[in-house]
């Protein structure tokens, strides 16, 4: 996610003597989510690495209900990619944190009510990292029965 203002406009504004705005709930959020992605996307890489798992193709993960973190793309190592999750509790630790933060920002930035059917899900890529939600069948059938 963006931040809502770049460094240069910023530098730009205090370069003028404009002072800026005062930070939002939604502004630290944001950027303790953007920080966190990143930092998630630095150590999944070089775990991903030292263990010879190729980007490309993607890798999505996302969080079953009972926290643990899961692969729901298909990809040729997937195996390999199944057993480092199940070993990798630093990086459990830091998906869950991070959809915390993430959950937390689409509260702030939104009036709508999201469906309990969605979960958080983090795309490695060879472009970078990236955080979205998605529809979860399961939870769906879950919740409307």
Same mark, same amino acid.
């Given at each position: 996610m963006p931040l809502t203002e770049s460094p240069r406009q910023a530098t730009s504004a205090i370069s003028k003597g404009q002072a800026l705005p005062p930070a939002t709930l939604s502004d630290?959020?944001?950027?303790?989510?953007? &920080? $966190?992605?990143?930092?998630?996307?630095?150590?999944?890489r070089l775990e991903l690495v030292s263990r010879g798992i190729h980007i490309p193709p993607a890798i999505?993960?996302?969080?079953?209900?009972?926290?643990?973190?899961? $692969?729901? =793309?298909?990809?040729?190592? %997937?195996?390999?990619? *199944?057993?480092? $999750? *199940?070993?990798?509790?630093?990086?459990?630790? @830091? +998906?869950?944190?991070?959809?915390?933060? +993430?959950? @937390? $920002?689409? %509260?702030? =930035? &939104?009036?709508?009510? +999201?469906? %309990?059917? *969605?979960? +958080?899900?983090?795309?490695? &890529? =060879?472009a970078g990292p990236l955080a979205y939600f998605e529809e979860y069948p399961q939870l769906k059938a879950a919740h409307a029965g």
């Open positions: 630290n959020l944001r950027l303790q989510a953007k &920080t $966190l992605l990143g930092s998630l996307g630095r150590q999944a999505c993960l996302g969080s079953d209900q009972h926290g643990q973190v899961q $692969l729901l =793309s298909p990809h040729p190592q %997937a195996r390999q990619i *199944r057993l480092w $999750l *199940r070993n990798s509790h630093y990086l459990r630790e @830091l +998906f869950l944190e991070l959809s915390s933060l +993430f959950e @937390l $920002l689409q %509260a702030c =930035s &939104t009036e709508h009510a +999201f469906p %309990a059917s *969605r979960r +958080f899900c983090l795309g490695l &890529t =060879s």
